[in-house]
């Protein structure tokens, strides 16, 4: 074991004790066809009359929309959110919500709205310091505004998670700033906002949802009881309903189940975190603006293959809860697991690898993996350069 090695398993053994005291919680989740309706009263019993709005155009014109923000006295309305948010637009979104005399949030969208409004929350609440001084861990540190997070994809989980991911503007780097604080007050999943999703978003953010559940599964530490069993049902959930949304976009049952398997993915890798997948899939996303939920569905398989023997015993019990293999030896169905992952990409027409990595990157796309996994992220194997090396060749075609 090197020492860089031996400096991350003892941060991440010590940062696991320290978690266990930290006061974890859950937004409060609110469920069903329609309930996106009950926001303008959840924002009224919270003192909160004129909320900032982060929303898509395409969410903005929708008949929902206009029949939640009907019910507003007032309302500020931010639509201009790219994806793989930059910290200039979460700047924006805090100038306008000053501007604006607003006192709450409401984040409508996938996890790029999500994620801009809660780094410009950050903003707001800590006007002393920026988003590069807040990224990493516990450096807000103090309460947000009301905040309702409402997904129309089924992917990011950002409506339960304690992580903005920004883009930097300049040098394009990926970071997170991650903090307790920035778990929304609400999360509002109303499956009739999901219906109009294409079958390509819906595949590759339902194989993002898979990802993080995963990796929270096969985390090297930080899980509990309960994030073990939240990741198994959404890891059950997706094989269960993610193809049968993909072939039928207007089938409300899938599409609320989607949702429930997120919302589950999102607090299991909130406390047992992500690992080399998301390392790698977030420097793709900041240098060739990659969308995420492709990144980690084309590297989920791979990185899980390379990880190797140190994870067949859970592979091997995701195969039998999901019905892929039920016989065989641990090996033989992790094999069959990773097999039906491969399967599911290439059945929703998500490529093996991509063919727009340029060498000249890969030296800073294994810097910025190296930077961001070591020494947080508890991953079930340690990744040095020439291992990062190694996987990114992996996907290149």
Not at 172 to 188: F, G, S
Not at 275 to 280: D, F, K, P
Not at 288 to 309: C, F, I, K, R, S
Not at 334 to 355: E, K, V
């Given at each position: ?18 978690a266990?005291l930290?006061?974890?919680?859950k ?8 309930c996106f309706?009950?926001?303008p009263?959840l ?11 982060v ?30 948010p930059?910290?200039?637009t979460?700047e924006?979104?805090?100038?306008q ?8 949030f ?11 409004a809660k ?15 807040m990224?990493g861990l ?17 992917g ?5 998670t304690?992580?903005?991911v920004?883009?930097?503007?300049v040098?394009?780097?990926k ?7 920035l ?5 509002v999943l109303?499956?009739?906002?999901t219906?109009?999703l294409p079958?390509a978003?819906?595949?590759q ?37 993610l193809?049968?949304a993909?072939?039928?976009?207007s ?7 989607l949702?429930l398997?997120s919302y589950?993915?999102g607090f299991a890798?909130?406390?047992?975190g ?21 990144a980690n ?10 990880y ?8 091997a019990?995701l ?17 069959d ?21 340029r ?7 294994i ?20 291992r ?9 075609l």
């Amino acid at each position: 074991m090197s020492l860089k090695q031996a400096y991350c398993r003892t941060f991440q053994f010590v940062f696991d004790k320290g978690a266990r005291l930290l006061p974890w919680r859950k937004p409060v989740c609110i469920s069903g066809s329609g309930c996106f309706q009950r926001i303008p009263a959840l924002l009224a019993q919270a003192g909160a009359v004129h909320p900032m709005i982060v929303a898509s155009r395409r969410q903005a014109a929708a008949d929902a929309f206009s029949a939640m923000t009907g019910q507003l006295p007032d309302f500020s309305l931010f639509s201009d959110v790219e994806a793989n948010p930059s910290v200039d637009t979460a700047e924006k979104i805090a100038a306008q919500y000053r501007r604006d005399g607003c006192d709450s949030f409401i984040a409508i969208g996938g996890g790029s709205p999500m994620d801009a409004a809660k780094a410009a929350a950050a903003r707001i609440v800590r006007p002393d310091r920026s988003l590069a001084q807040m990224g990493g861990l516990l450096k807000v540190g103090r309460a947000l505004p009301p905040f309702a997070a409402v997904p129309t994809t089924a992917g990011t989980g950002s409506e339960t998670t304690i992580a903005a991911v920004v883009t930097d503007s300049v040098t394009h780097r990926k970071y997170a700033v991650t903090d307790l604080q920035l778990i929304p007050r609400w999360a509002v999943l109303d499956p009739e906002l999901t219906l109009s999703l294409p079958p390509a978003i819906t595949a590759q953010t339902g194989m993002d949802a898979l990802t993080h559940a995963l990796e929270a599964y096969v985390s090297w530490t930080y899980n509990t009881s309960e994030t073990l069993l939240l990741a198994e049902k959404a890891v059950c959930g997706i094989f269960q309903y993610l193809e049968r949304a993909y072939r039928n976009g207007s089938d409300l049952k899938a599409r609320q189940e989607l949702l429930l398997a997120s919302y589950r993915a999102g607090f299991a890798f909130t406390r047992a975190g992500v690992g080399n997948v998301h390392a790698i899939a977030h420097t793709l996303g900041g240098l060739y603006n990659t969308p995420h939920g492709l990144a980690n569905a084309v590297l989920l398989p791979v990185v899980l293959e390379d990880y190797g023997e140190v994870i067949y015993s859970k592979l091997a019990r995701l195969s039998y809860l999901t019905g892929t293999s039920m016989t065989g030896s641990e090996a033989q169905r992790a094999g069959d697991f990773l097999a039906a992952i491969r399967g599911m990409n290439q059945r929703m027409g998500i490529p093996a690898g991509f063919s727009f990595i340029r060498d000249e990157d890969i030296p800073r796309m294994i810097s910025w993996a190296d930077a961001e996994a070591n020494p947080v992220y508890p991953v079930p194997v340690f990744y040095d350069p020439q291992r990062f090396y190694r996987v990114i060749q992996k996907i290149r075609l």
